[in-house]
């Protein structure tokens, strides 16, 4: 009786691990998504600076703060980024910064799935679908960051 149980069991623990795992390979996260893709943010760098995803293919982005600067990730085209900019910019009480850097409110195209603000030492996770080809731009908005460059492209195909 008691191999019973111990072989039950066995097949018990099997059958949950076997589960637990994805068998392409990917990382199941947040939201189902199909790949989880570690971003490193410091010095007003982001690495990797290219990601290449499939049409259809939803990524789990891991943004991870190794600097010494609070970083923000936007994702957007390029009209978007530009529009975020000048919002961040303004830094009043219609859309710039707030203290901490993050924007003060979202327009109609932003949502807060969209954007993630990383403090030094902190990461953050960003999940989303990427349903038509082209390229999304990962931007840092935060006080000289974009324009010094700080960006990285999510090429879809």
């Known amino acids: 009786m008691a191999i019973k149980h111990a072989r039950a069991a066995l097949v018990g623990v099997l059958a949950l691990s076997v589960a637990g795992c994805a068998t392409d390979g990917s990382d199941r996260t947040e939201r189902g998504a199909t790949r989880t893709v570690e971003v490193v943010m410091r010095d007003n760098t982001f690495r990797p600076d290219r990601i290449d995803v499939r049409r259809g293919e939803e990524v789990t982005f891991r943004f991870v703060n190794t600097g010494r600067l609070v970083h923000e990730a936007f994702l957007g085209d390029s ?3 530009e529009q975020h900019a000048a919002e ?7 859309g710039g910064a707030s203290p ?7 327009t109609g195209q932003e949502t807060e799935q969209e954007m993630v603000t990383v403090r030094p030492g902190e990461e953050a996770t960003l999940s989303r679908r990427f ?3 082209g390229t999304v731009i990962i931007g840092c908005h ?8 700080m960006r990285a492209t999510v090429e879809v195909s």
């Open 100 to 106: 901490d850097g993050h924007a003060g409110h979202l």
């Open 131 to 133: 349903d038509e080809a």
């Open 142 to 149: 935060q006080p000289g960051h974009w324009e010094a460059g």
């Open 79 to 81: 009209q978007a980024q």
């Open 88 to 94: 961040m910019a303004e830094g009043d009480d219609h």
